[in-house]
């Protein structure tokens, strides 16, 4: 193959990942058409409109189109006057035109499509459209006590950055003064934080969380305007989208629905899209700050924090502005695991099954100390390599992953496929079941407990059951596990002056099933128990969904499964492990 058909290719592999990702954005056609949708770049990524029709027309001087550019999404589309226009363009820049994003050159992946949905043109709603329980009040203070408020503000001391002080502080008596006149019942607003964007920056889409927080939850925003969006998801499929202009000094009060049924968020990114009279605008963003107001719950009061300038105490503020993956439902759990568990798998099998080949030393013992005879089920048996430790059993596996069950087939191993919370055997039927790291794959308690429900289930009594979770602690004692020694230790939080940097932490938002998740960073510590971990193949990034086990959490899981006693519970390299006896 000659780079040219390897980079078609690879385009080509992206377009269909695109395809199903988009579907509900776009219809794509195999025919061309007048219209195509660049997938992998938009304001989102390339930044600013202009910038990217300039470089456009330099790569492609005799092209001629309109470009729509939905405001904080990595897509957009090309409109052209003919379909021989679009064939031309398309032809010479898919998988072939690159723009360069943070360093890293990234191919043109384009297909045709035949209509757009209209939620993908993110027009700011005028407060007729707005989700319930929503109110924007213009000018709530005047320049001047703008003025005063900035000024007040040490930016050189990163504490202020993103702080969240409580009480609040005597000097915003003023603005706590105007807030009595707004709603009928007086909210006594006990905490405050305080939020700088710089132009790119935003804040992940999210629901402040209602079990800590009263409502309405107040928001100031100073020096620059900038947009905010709101998303509610009606069901997998329905999700509606309102992008609200937040002017500045303007108060936006957030109540009822729009507080707890919405999300909101602000796009990373430089500019915003309003309308103005003569059409969509674009509008630099300056620097913005918000002042936010709540009241925390009196049951949280004692929790409230004052110092919110270190690690911990940031990712703690941050778990109480979003709402836990542990409130999903059965149907978005299991739509997170298909796309964000099973898919990756499928699409980084021949990678994973290549670093995957030295047994576990305690599982190859758990499986070397079976009797001859004895009947072994690996349930999610991966490349299979616990399926030939020990020749004197009859060991099968189970796997969701076809390419790896291929690779299985392959080694003649016996391999089947199915579900770990379905599992296709008898009750009493095995001597034994190991399941190693598939269980943190499981999105929600209840499905984690049901996987174990079912090994149970099909293990004869006295029949023993080995389990291996990814714990949430990666070292214990002075021991790194395998995992923190391949890497690097979590960087430190302070530069070499000793100033406090604020800690970054990337989000991964799915809007599908409305669902934001913290990215971890890998070979470090983790500060979350939910989380996406990236999986690294080539120049691609895939994220693996992981539920990490707190100390003790694993015990307390196999407690309420009913006909299991624990044998043992353990830690090893990074791993929370149980043996558990049928009764
Ligand atoms: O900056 C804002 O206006 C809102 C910030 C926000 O949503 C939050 O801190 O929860
Ligand atoms: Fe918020």
């Not at 003023?174 to 006990?190: A, G, H, M, Q």
């Not at 936010?292 to 941050?318: A, E, G, P």
């Not at 047994?359 to 070397?368: A, D, G, L, R, S």
């Not at 302070?494 to 991964?508: I, L, N, S, W």
């Amino acid at each position: 193959m000659n780079s040219e058909e390897s980079l078609w290719s690879k385009a080509d592999k992206k377009l269909n990942r695109a395809r199903k990702r988009m579907s509900h954005l776009a219809e794509f056609s195999i025919e061309p058409t007048r219209k195509v949708i660049l997938c992998n770049l938009g304001l989102a990524n390339v930044l600013e409109k202009e910038c990217f029709e300039q470089y456009v027309s330099q790569a492609l001087p005799e092209i001629r189109y309109t470009l729509s550019m939905p405001a904080g999404e990595t897509y957009c589309f090309f409109d052209f006057d003919s379909v021989k226009e679009a064939q031309d363009f398309y032809s010479q820049s898919h998988g072939k035109l690159k723009f360069v994003v943070n360093k890293r050159k990234v191919p043109f992946c384009l297909g045709y499509v035949k209509s757009v949905a209209d939620k993908t043109l993110n027009h700011c709603l005028p407060p007729s459209h707005y989700p319930n329980g929503l109110r924007l009040i213009e000018n709530f203070v005047t320049p001047d006590e703008e003025k005063l408020l900035l000024d007040d503000l040490d930016w050189n001391d990163n504490v202020m950055k993103d702080a969240t002080v409580s009480p609040i502080p005597e000097k915003y008596g003023f603005l706590l003064k105007s807030f009595e006149d707004l709603t009928t019942e007086n909210v006594d607003y006990n905490q405050l934080t305080i939020n700088r964007y710089l132009p790119g920056q935003g804040i992940p889409n999210h629901v402040d969380n209602n079990e800590v927080f009263d409502e309405p939850i107040l928001s100031l925003s100073l020096n620059s305007s900038y947009v905010m969006d709101f998303c509610k998801c009606d069901s997998l499929e329905q999700r509606q989208k309102v992008s609200i202009d937040l002017p500045q000094r303007s108060l936006l009060i957030m109540s009822g629905e729009a507080f707890r049924e919405w999300t909101h968020g602000i796009a990373q990114r430089q500019n915003d899209v309003v309308e103005t009279d003569s059409g969509d605008d674009v509008r630099k963003r300056g620097i913005r700050v918000s002042f936010t107001f709540r009241r925390v719950k009196k049951s949280y009061d004692s929790n409230v924090d004052n110092s919110s300038s270190d690690n911990k105490d940031y990712s703690k503020s941050l778990r109480n502005l979003i709402n836990p993956v542990s409130t999903i439902t059965d149907k978005v759990a299991s739509k997170l695991e298909e796309t964000y568990v099973h898919e990756v798998y499928e699409s980084i099998s021949d990678h994973f099954s290549k670093t995957r080949h030295t047994p576990w030393h305690n599982v190859e013992t758990f499986v070397k100390n079976l009797k001859p005879g004895s009947l072994l089920l690996d349930v999610g048996c991966g490349n299979g390599k616990y399926l030939h430790v020990n020749p004197n059993i009859c060991k099968f596996g189970i796997d969701r992953t076809m390419n790896l069950l291929q690779i299985c087939r392959e080694r003649n191993f016996e391999v089947s496929r199915g579900d770990c919370l379905y599992l296709p055997y008898k009750e009493n039927s095995l001597d034994a079941v190991i399941c190693i790291a598939v269980i943190h794959h499981l999105s929600t308690e209840e499905r984690r407990r049901q996987a174990i429900v079912e090994i149970i289930r099909i293990l004869r009594p006295r029949g023993r059951a080995l389990i291996y979770v990814w714990a949430k602690q990666q070292s214990r004692g002075s021991v790194n596990s395998k995992y923190l020694k391949s890497g690097k230790m979590k960087k430190d939080t302070r530069t070499k002056a000793g100033e406090k940097q604020t800690p970054t932490e990337v989000m991964h938002r799915d809007n599908k099933i409305s669902i934001t998740l913290p990215v971890h960073e890998n070979r470090t510590e983790f500060d979350h128990r939910d989380l996406l971990v990236p999986w690294k193949k080539e120049e691609e990034s895939f994220l693996r969904f992981y539920h990490v086990f707190r100390e003790g959490e694993l015990r307390e899981l196999c407690e309420t499964v009913p006909e299991s006693n624990i044998e043992e519970i353990y830690y090893d390299q990074g791993n929370w492990c149980a043996i558990l006896e049928k009764k």
